[in-house]
T-cell receptor, first 111, second 115 residues
């Protein structure tokens, strides 16, 4: 079973920041938080991952709470092309790292 | 970043035939790869772990004799759907973990339609 819970759907206005929450209250000390997104009929696209510290890359920022039981993915300036299902996943990394997908959040960016 | 490819991108076959789907890591080696299946409006479901040089490990409820997995080299894993039936119609996706980071890279998927 997936170890994360996410809202089923969210709306965001184009150009505004999209903040996608994720709960992972049973995360283990050595597990990372990964975020992927899937645009219709494509394979999942890696966005970002983190262990304890907040992370930022060219796509997004990841804010992880101090107790690591939840996190938020931030898309700073959402565009219509960011409309997708966003998956928050926890995993240990490495060659045997099985990523178990939950239901994800359907983010709809509105013009 | 690293690239994972799948072939074919889509396939239509008759009921009772077998279909082979290839997953390749194009610029890195992968001792393990993972196969997922996704039905319409559902999330990805992990089917099995493909292990280079040894037997695949199947998730509970996945028939190993129906979904044959062969990981013959460090860059290629194949999934063969044997005696396919319409209920096997789905989107099949593979992934491979990076050898140097904790990232995992996904292929573009293969759409299988069984008539």
């Amino acid at each position: 079973d997936a170890k994360t819970t996410q809202p089923t759907s969210m709306d965001c206005a184009e150009g505004r920041a999209a903040n996608l929450p994720c709960n992972h209250s049973t995360i283990s000390g050595n597990e990372y938080v990964y975020w992927y997104r899937q645009i219709h009929s494509q394979g999942p696209q890696y966005i970002i991952h983190g262990l304890k510290n907040n992370e930022t890359n060219e796509m997004a920022s990841l804010i992880i709470t101090e107790d690591r039981k939840s996190s938020t993915l931030i898309l700073p300036h959402a565009t219509l092309r960011d409309t997708a299902v966003y998956y928050c996943i926890v995993g240990s990394g490495g060659a045997t790292n099985k990523l178990i997908f939950g239901t994800g959040t359907l983010l709809a960016v509105q013009p | 970043g690293a690239v994972v490819s799948q072939h074919p991108s889509w396939v239509i076959c008759k009921s009772g035939t077998s279909v082979k789907i290839e997953c390749r890591s194009l610029d890195f080696q992968a001792t393990t790869m993972f196969w997922y299946r996704q039905f319409p409006k559902q999330s990805l479901m992990l089917m099995a772990t493909s292990n280079e040089g040894s037997k695949a490990t199947y998730e509970q409820g996945v028939e190993k004799d129906k979904f044959l997995i062969n990981h013959a080299s460090l860059t290629l894993s194949t999934l063969t759907v044997t005696s396919a039936h319409p209920e096997d119609s789905s989107f099949y996706i593979c992934s491979a973990p990076s050898p140097s980071t904790v990232e995992q890279f996904f292929g573009p998927g293969t759409r299988l339609t069984v008539l």
